[in-house]
């Protein structure tokens, strides 16, 4: 790992995450009732749980807005959930979170995958998005998972900023 890289994973207390094709691998089922059930990666979820335990701050910005997601994720410990938001408004939910938990660009991770979260991730937070991306997030962004989405590109992600900051496994020693 560069040691630019290295240097940003050392301010980040917090970590933005998009569903789909982040979380899920970006499948959606359309069942007869209306439900768009998602897949979730366990070791995502187990990754996410542990920075909450940690005490990192976890948060979701996506414009889907199923139940059982919101479900999955308060499951998980995450509070910071702003799901159903416009494909096109996520910037104005990143800017108003940021002034609202007083949190600076800098100590957050944004992951991202499509050109939705463009915007997020042309701020000066730090961009990450999973290996099968589309082309013009992943020319953008900072960090580029070698998992895919919904494949472990979150839990990578949590486990390389933790490693570098000593965390990863401190909750065992």
């Known amino acids: 790992m560069d040691s630019t890289l290295t240097e940003r994973f050392?301010?980040?207390?917090?970590?933005?995450?998009?569903i789909d094709g982040v979380m899920t691998d970006g499948s959606v089922i359309a069942l007869e009732t209306g439900e768009q059930p998602r897949i979730f990666n366990v070791r995502d979820g187990y990754g996410?749980?542990?920075?909450?335990?940690?005490?990192y701050r976890v948060a979701i910005i996506s414009a889907q807005s199923q139940v059982g997601v919101?479900?999955?994720?308060?499951?998980?410990?995450?509070?910071?959930?702003?799901?159903?938001?416009?494909?096109?408004?996520?910037?104005p939910v990143f800017k108003k979170y940021l002034a609202e938990t007083?949190?600076?660009?800098?100590e957050i991770v944004f992951m991202g995958d499509d050109l939705p979260d463009y915007e997020v991730m042309r701020t000066s937070v730090?961009?990450?998005?999973?290996?099968d991306s589309a082309d013009e997030i992943l020319?953008?962004?900072?960090?580029?998972?070698?998992?895919?989405?919904?494949?472990g590109a979150v839990r990578d992600l949590i486990e390389q900023v933790m490693k570098v900051q000593g965390k990863w496994m401190a909750w065992f020693e």
């Open 126 to 131: 730090m961009g990450a998005c999973p290996a």
């Open 10 to 18: 050392k301010r980040i207390t917090t970590f933005i995450f998009d």
């Open 102 to 106: 007083g949190l600076t660009e800098d």
């Open 139 to 151: 020319a953008i962004a900072d960090y580029i998972s070698p998992k895919n989405g919904g494949r």
């Open 48 to 55: 996410i749980n542990r920075a909450i335990r940690m005490g």
């Open 70 to 91: 919101r479900k999955r994720l308060e499951y998980l410990g995450v509070s910071d959930i702003f799901i159903g938001t416009s494909p096109d408004g996520k910037l």
